[in-house]
């Protein structure tokens, strides 16, 4: 527990390919919870949606795609390994189905709410400063000096 811990303190001050591979780990973590309870009956699969949305939220859309790819891979590949005849029923393949299309929804909400953020920093920094706000903080820096 101890050890997750340190993994999101790295994970927040590493540079961001550190940060990459940090949920790469995460995302090799919660694969193997699937294929060592049931593959496609296990509940852990919920772990990939905070998971996708955190990614998603801040990496850019590129980034997330291919992180949600990745994430779709593993949790395919580790439902299959546990159970290899889950994709003969129709109940289970629709199963599937409907986790692969709301964990790719997770990934495009995510994506969605940091175009948002990001159009909104560009606005802000987009918006002319009032000249007599400019001229208010200008001034008593160059009094300051003067004195």
């Not at 940060?19 to 699969?45: I, T």
């Amino acid at each position: 527990m101890i050890c997750a811990g340190r993994a999101s303190v790295d994970g927040l001050l590493a540079p961001a390919l550190d940060r990459r591979a940090v949920g790469g780990n995460r995302l090799a973590g919660v694969g193997e919870r699937p294929r060592g309870q049931g593959g496609l009956k296990s509940q852990f699969f919920v772990f990939y949606y905070p998971l996708l949305l955190a990614f998603a939220l801040v990496f850019p859309p590129k980034a997330t795609l291919s992180f949600t790819v990745l994430t779709l891979g593993a949790y395919s590949l580790a439902c299959f390994i546990a159970d290899p005849a889950f994709f003969v029923g129709a109940g289970d393949l629709k199963l599937f189905v409907m986790r692969v299309i709301t964990l790719t929804a997770m990934g495009g909400l995510g994506t969605y709410y940091w175009r948002v953020q990001r159009n909104q920093r560009r606005a802000l920094m987009n918006r002319p400063v009032p000249l007599p706000l400019v001229e208010a903080r200008l001034e008593p820096q160059a009094t300051g000096a003067q004195g």
